[in-house]
């Protein structure tokens, strides 16, 4: 964020409020603008290998309002429960819950958020399941193509949806991107994307790519007019992706984020050799693995330096066992946000808490 | 809309993006931003009287979002029904009853909404009345100085609260703006207003300026970030209201609104001298006052001939009398949100099809 574009963010808001038609001043209606909805359409396409025309994709202010979106349009729809990985945001599971849906936690194995456990069968059957298929958040693994396909066959079979957070997709180092889950199925697959990994969560820039028989109960939860996003932020991003600054702006930060994980590993390896890295060949935090029994003694050290970290355990939903009897505890270090300045300084005070 | 200050506002928008602190690329707070809610509190209280410093201030995407926050903060404090005025948008009616609350309309006379019926005690009491006390929508009317009186002291008898939409209280021509009635008594009026009529609807920024018992609750309705609100148009208005490009700009639309008012007016008496034009001492609208049992038909002429007019009848509320026997029918005509080149047509065919 210390990099936001702020010149080329400049640049495209003035080549959009010129181009604005005159009822881009207006209400908006609930799609969100139709010229981000094409330029999304066409980068999604190219960069994630999503199925998504502009018709079938609803703008909203961030995951978490678009997440409030969905939910409500299922529970309109009779779903009472949304199945979710073991490890997440609790801020989510809150949304869901106060949407009148239960959420019920999958498994977890080394490999990742067992899929395959999904039932189709059932009373208690959710009506959808939550995923960060590209990086899972916390953990950091990329879900494995196995049980990409055992989600999406649960949802065919099922009648149900996976909602597909794809926060940080755009950044993966190692190798080529993991393509979007909603490439394999754009009818049982919700694409969910957003500008606060990309640009700046300040922004609150988001949007859904919907099964289009979804698209109508997801407009009727957003009301009548768009009074969540703002039409010039829209008009502006729009001319940010079709202009190609977009592109340029996530290879830099790219690069910036690839180095900084660098340094990182180096430090680590440098100076806390015991400590596991995992979760890094893609987006924009690292796990910390660390010797049972231990994340919160560190916790409070870093707490002291005036680190900003989180344990796994603040991760853990309540379905899930502890990761006890010799599952390390861990650290989720995000190394995005510090200013240049400020990062140098951080990642070696990280390095003095590690036990 | 049509006169949406572009430049002015690209020129606050560098400067907003310049000196934007890091921290503001972030998830926001709820309240909104800092810088926004330190020149709404200067803004309001010279312009409109409104006692408001920034720390009871809560920015919003525009009076919808404002009044979906206050309605779940009443909920959540006990609140079953707000009272409302007895013309108004249904779909104020309908976000309200959407969060648990009922929507007794108050009565009318010649004089406004009757605010001295409000009844402080029994178990049906409203825990609020919305009113539009500058410029009542959409009959036009400003509401007398003891009906004003009247409400803030059945909100201090009754423990209830006065939600005072100011949608376009900087729109007077005829004598001084009638100052907000929030100044009576912070302490048990919220006030609300917006960008949507100053500016543009497009841009998604309200306010509430709350009584400080009920901050906390707003927030918590808001939720832990600012999911809602854009830091950067947040920035620009905040630099647009400081910079004093705001006070020109409205200075300058009311010159312009106010012209098309007495065109409008010069028409009418012209070309038809039966109809009586009320509601313009104030405001982006008028009612055309039309002979009884005419409104049906004038608006199907006034389609016919591609004019967006909406009957006084569709603003009514279900408790409230058609106003029947004697009580003329009527049409409300927006004059702010047509184009220069559109207004004339527009006037001239508004004249074609009243009877």
């Known amino acids: 964020m210390g990099s936001f574009p702020r010149a080329d963010w400049l640049r495209a808001a003035r080549r ?27 980068y999604l396409a190219r960069a994630r290998g999503v199925h998504a025309d502009p018709d079938r994709i609803v703008v909203c202010s961030g995951f978490q309002h678009g997440l409030m979106l969905l939910a409500a349009a299922l529970h309109a729809r009779g779903a009472r429960a ?40 059932g009373p208690g059957r959710p009506a959808a399941v939550y995923l960060t298929p590209a990086h899972q958040f916390p953990l950091g693994g990329a879900l494995p193509p196995d049980r990409r396909a055992a989600a999406v066959d649960w949802a065919r079979s099922s009648g149900g949806l996976v ?42 820039l988001g949007w859904l790519v919907l099964p289009r028989d979804l698209v109508a109960d997801v407009l009727r939860a957003k009301g009548d007019a768009d009074w969540a996003c703002g039409a010039l932020d829209q008009l502006t991003l729009a001319e940010f992706l079709t202009s190609g600054a977009y592109d340029r702006h996530v290879r830099a930060m790219r690069l910036r984020y690839r180095r900084r994980r660098d340094q990182l590993v180096a430090a680590l390896a440098d100076r806390a050799p015991e400590v596991r890295v995992s979760g ?37 939903h309540p379905d899930a066992p502890r990761r006890a009897s010799g599952g390390p505890d861990g650290l989720v270090v995000g190394y995005a946000t510090p200013t240049d300045s400020a990062w140098t300084g951080a990642l070696d005070a990280l390095c003095r808490v590690l036990p």
């Open 16 to 42: 959009a409020l010129t181009d604005a038609p005159h009822e881009a001043f207006g209400y908006g209606g609930p799609r969100g603008r139709p010229e981000l909805r094409a330029a999304l359409a066409d």
């Open 82 to 121: 949304v199945a979710v990985e073991p490890y997440g945001l609790d801020v989510y599971w809150r949304r869901l819950r106060e949407a009148g849906l239960r959420t019920p936690a999958l498994t977890l194995d080394e490999r990742g958020t067992r899929t395959e456990d999904l039932d189709a069968r």
């Open 163 to 204: 909602l597909e957070d794809d926060y940080d997709g755009e950044f993966r180092y190692d190798r080529q991107p993991v393509g979007a889950l909603q490439g394999l199925d754009p009818e049982r697959v919700v694409y969910a994307g957003t500008t606060s990994k990309s640009l700046a969560p300040g922004l609150r």
């Open 280 to 316: 890094i060949a893609a987006g924009l935090h690292a796990v910390l693995e660390l010797p049972p029994g231990t994340e919160r003694s560190v916790l409070r050290a870093a707490a002291l330096h005036g680190l900003q970290l989180q344990g796994l355990d603040s991760y853990r």
